[in-house]
């Protein structure tokens, strides 16, 4: 059950079902990370054939709430594609999804490719704009998850939600301080986007390095999600999330 062939299917008969299942580690609790890498890899493939296409990547768990909350010690990515992409000012549908979280994230478009070794400077100089994003996560997973799960089920990758008006990183203040105020039905959070490894542009680079590891790299005009600045928060139908970053105009998404 914990070949890659086998964890893509289960992940897709899950989110089809909108029924989780069970953590692969609680099945192999040595499952490694490439194999759990190749199965994202087919999810995505099969995605791409039903005539989904990729758009980018998202991080995950580069700060240290996110990592803390589910007891994992190193970042993972995910690869978002045109489906998860949720059209400015449309409500999210929950009843697509099993068990959907919102987190404020930096969106950053790509005006040139990146590859290799990357540095700090070389990820900002290939930036084009910075936007406000939600992300909506959602894990195919019923109970507790180990670093493999979480790479598998490509990141709880779900829906994304994006601001229409970005800004150059060059007009905005250093983005290690950059200031972000999350406003949820629970109340509101604050962080700034040095919550994201320093910096969002190490995770960047982080990124970068472990694409090149599997012989990929990231594309002129990918979107890339830097990782959630705070703790993810649950929603429901009525449920509304509003993103205010220092600069950048607020990002709203209504639930139904």
């Known amino acids: ?127 084009d704009v910075v936007l406000p994003a939600i992300e909506i996560a959602d894990s195919r997973f019923a109970g507790p998850i180990r670093l493999p799960d979480s790479i598998a089920d490509n990141a709880g990758a779900a829906r994304i939600a994006i601001g229409s008006r970005g800004r150059n990183p060059s007009d905005l203040v250093d983005l290690s301080v950059l200031g972000c105020v999350f406003r949820h039905p629970g109340g509101l959070d604050t962080a700034a986007c040095g919550a994201v490894m320093g910096h969002p542009a190490i995770a960047i680079c982080w990124l970068v390095h472990a694409l090149a590891r599997r012989g990929e790299h990231l594309e002129q005009g990918e979107i890339i999600l830097s990782g959630g600045l705070t703790a993810s928060v649950r929603l429901r139908p009525g449920d509304t999330v509003i993103v205010e970053f220092d600069g950048l105009d607020p990002l709203l998404v209504s639930c139904s």
């Open 1 to 127: 059950m914990t070949a890659p062939e086998q964890m893509s299917a289960a992940l897709l008969d899950a989110q089809r079902g909108r029924v989780p299942i069970a953590a692969f580690t609680r099945i192999n609790p040595f499952l490694d990370v490439e194999s759990a890498y190749r199965a994202q890899a087919m999810t995505i493939e099969h995605r791409r054939q039903s005539g989904d296409r990729v758009i980018g990547a998202k991080l995950g768990l580069t700060s240290k709430v996110k990592r803390l909350a589910l007891g994992i010690n190193e970042p993972v990515y995910g690869r978002l594609t045109s489906s998860m992409l949720l059209p400015l000012g449309e409500q999210l549908q929950l009843s697509g999804l099993i068990s959907a979280r919102a987190e404020p994230e930096l969106a950053f478009v790509l005006g040139r490719s990146l590859s290799g070794d990357v540095t700090v400077n070389d990820v900002l100089n290939a930036v």
